[in-house]
């Protein structure tokens, strides 16, 4: 019995180029839409009595979290977040326009130190990793972040007698 191989269907490589260009496109649509988002979360600490933040972050070894979020209020002492609500400006990979989605204040705080991360060091979890922390200060309406990246060395000292 003679079996015809079916003829096999090319392949079709990948526009990388055009996928370039498509995540470009949309991290620059995500870092439009931060300076909104920053505000939004700001205003609705502020409005919770809530004067700074401070979120600890570590990673190695190719993972990486945060390790705590502490709130203070006004007097300096420390408060816990509130459960309140914040509406946050998101967009999808592929959508054309952002949508409003609904997160609790630490989800925010999350998300957005996570963000940040990215942005400024991606890959920051890898290897040695990095360590440090950011700081919410409503007041002045800034994020601050002090980060700290691990590395290891070596050092080759050959003698021959």
Request: net charge negative; hydrophobic share 40%; glycine share 8%.
């Amino acid at each position: 019995m003679d079996e015809e191989t079916p003829a096999a269907t090319p392949a079709i490589a990948p526009d990388f180029a055009d996928i370039l260009r498509r995540h470009s496109a949309h991290e620059a649509r995500v870092a439009e839409l931060f300076p909104a988002n920053k505000a939004a979360v700001l205003k609705a600490l502020g409005e919770q009595g809530i004067a700074k933040v401070l979120v600890r972050f570590d990673g190695a070894g190719d993972s990486g979290q945060i390790e705590e979020v502490i709130a203070f209020g006004d007097d300096g002492t420390e408060r816990p977040i509130p459960d309140a609500a914040v509406a946050l400006q998101k967009i999808a990979f592929g959508d054309d326009a952002p949508q409003t989605v609904a997160e609790t204040l630490d989800e925010a705080i999350d998300n957005l130190a996570y963000a940040l991360l990215q942005s400024s060091h991606g890959g920051w979890e890898n290897n040695e990793g990095a360590y440090g922390d950011f700081t919410f200060d409503v007041a002045a309406g800034l994020i601050t972040l002090e980060y700290n990246e691990r590395y290891e060395t070596s050092e080759l000292f050959s003698h021959v007698y």
